[in-house]
Every structure is written in structure tokens, then in C-alpha cells.
């Protein structure tokens, strides 16, 4: 198998370029896991994090 690897700084071509790709028999699109680090750091960037007073708030907030 060959394979080709793509560096693409402007992520809102991702999907218009994987679906361009898709289209070619035999080709399939595979993106890289990110480390547990770098996606603290995606979801940090994004605000997809929750807040607490204290470690009681937390436990409250995870149960509900």
C-alpha cells in the first residue's frame, strides 16, 4: 500500500478535500489521533472545559 501524507494548515478545507479524495476508487482518508496532550490543549483553544469551585463542586457537577 502506498501512502501519500497531506500537511494542511487551513482546516476548513479538510472536508471538501477528503471528500474529493473519497471519490477515487480504492482510496480511503485516515486523520492522525491526537496525543492526549494536544487534545487537552484542542479542547482548552475551544472552551470545552468546566469549571469548579472545589473538588466537591467537581464530584457534583460529574453526577449530577
Known sequence: MTQMI???KDEKVIPTL????RAF???T???????AY???KYEARTGHVF????????IRQILG
Do not use: C, T, Y
Open 18 to 21: 477528503s471528500k474529493v479524495v
Open 29 to 35: 482518508v485516515a486523520r492522525p489521533k491526537r496525543s
Open 6 to 8: 497531506l500537511n494542511i
Open 25 to 27: 476508487d480504492g482510496v
Open 51 to 58: 469549571h469548579a469551585k472545589d473538588a466537591s463542586d467537581m
Open 38 to 40: 494536544e487534545q487537552s
